[in-house]
């Protein structure tokens, strides 16, 4: 079942330390305002029915431009009045959302205008087992707590410490019981409230782009952030997809595991095969080799060199994903099928998933692995052998 998404956007801040009359999350950056960039990030992730804006009703006119300037302006409700403290622009926030009732609900600071598709995904992602998600990021500098004369009274073990950022993503309910219960109390995020029930809320990973502009000069990182998109998409534009597909079988021969996507699977027999017999890393290079047109995995790996023999597959796939980043490209989506009877597959794809992700160096999110029988027809219904095909998409530049 699709979940609804509710967000809620606060924007109902002065701006006090950014100290102009303009409150920053109206400032112009790459042809849009902060908040302007949130709601169309948003728009991507929920109807923009759903997204909630918090506003101060004082910067109405600030607030009518971004929203003609937004691409989905039009679609988004009325915004409601904030409060004194972020806390109570939540609030109120979440009681205009209540009427539409949200399964989850993602609450983001207008401030934070390098939103990503990315971050918003994994917190999604992280609500289907927690509460709470939050993203964040390591801290990189020695923490020292200090007394009231600045002479420092111990350093702090940073490894367990998180900077936390927004969107904050919660069961809808869950939140929204939370800051009705804490009311006028001042706490400075969402994830706090839960904190203070015992409630888990995940750590995910946040993104350098997606901090916070609370300062003047945080702006100038912000426009660095803006151009670098900027090009990204232009030379997004001057991208060409490929597909590439693969196909591949190893038989069995006695032993007690097979060799699948990295992983080490017990059975009651091993793929036979020069190298580790890796039926599902074989498929794949295959389907990346096609997909930028470099033939196949024997031109590059010639079974006859005695180098390969026993070899981890890893290098072969390895191999196949440098030559696309040497041309310039990026892997975009890797789909594999492992056709057996046995050993079961499933238990297995989320550890192979993350292998292959690794190995190829892209998100988890890229990779698929299923697996499907043949109803005991043909070679593998034998169970003589397990087949893999596999379809990849690739973007290079076009010349
Ligand atoms: N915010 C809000 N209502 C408030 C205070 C803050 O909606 N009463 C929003 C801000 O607009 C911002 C986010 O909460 O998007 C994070 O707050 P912060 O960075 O502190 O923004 P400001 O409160 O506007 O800035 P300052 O604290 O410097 O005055
Ligand atoms: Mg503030």
Known sequence: MTQKIGVVIVAAGSGSRFGDPLPKQYHMLGGKSLLGHCIDCFAGHTSADLIQIVYNPDHQDWYDQTIREACCGSDIPQPVAGGTTRQQSVLNGLRALNAKSPDIVLIHDAARPGISDTVITRVIGALKTHAGAIPTLPVADTIKQADGNNIILRSIPRDSLHRAQTPQGFVFKTIFDAHTQFEGQELTD?????????VDVVCVEGAASNDKITQRDDFGRAQDWIETTETKETSMSQ??????????????????????CGIKVPHTARLDGHSDADVGLHTLTDAILGAIGAGDIGQHFPPSDMQWKGAASDIFLKHAADLVRQRGGRIVNVDLTLICERPKIGPHTPAMRQKVAEILAIDVDRVNVKATTTEKLGFTGREEGIAAQAAVSVAVPVK
């Not at 969402?190 to 015992?198: T, Y």
């Not at 597909?245 to 038989?251: A, E, K, L, N």
């Open 239 to 260: 991208e060409e997809y490929r597909a590439g597909t693969g196909f591949d079988v190893h038989r069995f021969a006695p032993g007690d595991h097979c060799i699948l």
């Open 190 to 198: 969402d994830a706090s409230l839960l904190e203070q029930l015992g």
